[in-house]
């Protein structure tokens, strides 16, 4: 399961928009290949970057307000 919170990216110099989500597991996973299924479920229509912040705690970029908004409802 991902928790999603909702940040606007109005601290950073970017243009990228910015959703934080978690992974709420407690059980080992593979956070390359979790990057990876995430950006191949969005494309083509969106190009995302995924950095990890922290432990299970992962930040996507997008380039548009448009894309995050598809993200954010499926």
Do not use: C
């Not at 950073?12 to 990057?35: C, D, S, Y």
């Amino acid at each position: 399961m991902v928790v999603i919170y909702d940040h606007e990216s109005t601290l950073l110099k970017t243009n990228k928009v910015f959703i934080v989500g978690q992974m709420l597991t407690r059980k080992a996973f593979n956070k390359e290949q979790f990057k990876r299924q995430m950006l191949n479920l969005w494309r083509p229509k969106i190009r995302a970057m995924i950095v990890e912040l922290d432990d299970g705690l992962f930040s996507f970029g997008f380039d548009s307000q448009r894309e995050r908004m598809m993200v954010l409802k499926g």
